[in-house]
């Protein structure tokens, strides 16, 4: 059983007003892990018009924000004495606060800085490190307090309006529960069989056979690979997997400062290629399991015209079918010289 790159090449034919009969190839990709299809167009690019957030981020100062340093305190909820006596996380400056609409057992959202804004060049490792470390501090202390009730955890950023972010003010999205998610689980059942079956962790075969194919490796930072994701879940999907670390109880400040300065480079890509927003997510697996390797996951969001439009369509909703129309293969020779050095 070895990692398998399959994709199909379907050609569709018609009559160009313009150019007369025209055929056109599309492709379908199956992800080597799950076998979940993504479609890929990768026949136009994607040049994105420059989103100019400020007139959205002036308006949001002029409102309310519950995350400023100033209202933080006052504003937000606390965690009850018997889970967390303090009542919020601290960590440097990022504070997690519970969720005043959780949708999980266990949710808590992450202030990530005391900046109310923090524009996509701007964005810096110590608000990544300190951020995570407290998402992990929640988790830990929520698998502590409920082993069962909290037993699969994520950490997810939704990095402005387009990603689905509600507030401007940088923020996480934190997760614990009973439950892993859908594609958590896919992920899990898949990495389990394949090592069931191989005695080999997946993800570290998957490491070796990008580094051969070489099209879509980018790099480390530290112990963490890189690379664009084979078959991708939206555009400019990026794949790290951090080897020998799986659960939230493994990862070390030094190990997430490897992991920050992976997803700088990625934002300072998307930046420089007009990406406005993106959704970022931290896959973990749980204690002890060697078939499952921590995966950092990144994906760039857009609108198809600015302002009133949207990337997600029936593909997605509908279907459950992913689409791309960045080309992982072109993606990564782009990106290759952010991780250069
Ligand atoms: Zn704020």
């Not at 580094?211 to 690979?225: D, P, S």
């Not at 190990?255 to 992976?262: F, H, K, M, S, T």
């Not at 009133?308 to 459950?320: A, N, R, Y």
Request: contains cysteine; proline residues 6%; aromatic residues 14%.
């Amino acid at each position: 059983m070895t990692i398998e790159f399959r994709r199909d090449l379907n050609k569709s034919f018609f009559i160009d007003p313009k150019k007369g009969e025209k055929s056109v190839t599309s492709e379908v990709r199956y992800d080597p892990l799950t076998g979940h299809i993504s479609r890929v167009f990768p026949f136009r690019r994607l040049n994105l018009h420059r989103h100019d957030w400020e007139p959205f981020v002036e308006k949001s100062r002029q409102q309310f924000c519950p995350f400023c340093p100033e209202s933080l305190d006052k504003a937000t909820p606390r965690f009850t004495p018997d889970f967390y006596p303090q009542g919020h996380v601290r960590v440097g400056n990022a504070v997690a606060v519970p969720n005043l609409h959780p949708y999980e057992k266990y949710a808590s959202v992450v202030v990530m800085c005391k900046e109310h804004y923090v524009p996509m060049s701007d964005i810096y490792t110590s608000m990544i490190v300190e951020s995570f470390k407290a998402a992990l501090d929640y988790l830990q202390i929520a698998q502590k307090y409920d082993a069962d009730g909290a037993s699969y955890s994520s950490l997810n950023w939704n990095y402005m309006p387009y990603a689905g972010g509600s507030l401007i003010h940088p923020h996480l999205q934190v997760l614990a529960g009973p439950r892993p998610g859908t594609y958590d689980q896919e992920m899990y059942t898949a990495a389990c069989n394949y090592y069931n079956q191989t005695g080999s962790n997946y993800f570290n075969q998957l490491i070796q056979a990008e580094q051969e194919a070489g099209e879509r490796y980018l790099g480390q930072t530290g112990k963490v690979h890189w690379m664009t994701t084979y078959a991708p879940r939206h555009v400019a999907d990026v794949t790290g997997i951090f080897p020998d670390k799986s659960s939230i109880w493994d990862l070390n400040e030094d190990d997430l400062e490897q992991i920050a300065q992976g997803i700088v480079k990625i934002t300072h890509y998307y930046d420089r290629i007009n990406m406005p927003s993106f959704n970022g997510a931290l896959y973990f697996g749980t204690q002890g399991d060697k078939s499952f390797s921590l995966m950092i996951r990144m994906v760039g969001r857009f609108t198809i015209f600015p302002l009133v439009g949207s990337d997600i369509t029936h593909m997605q909703v509908l279907h459950d079918d992913p689409w791309t129309v960045m080309l992982p293969e072109n993606l990564a020779e782009d990106m290759k010289k952010d991780f250069a050095g």
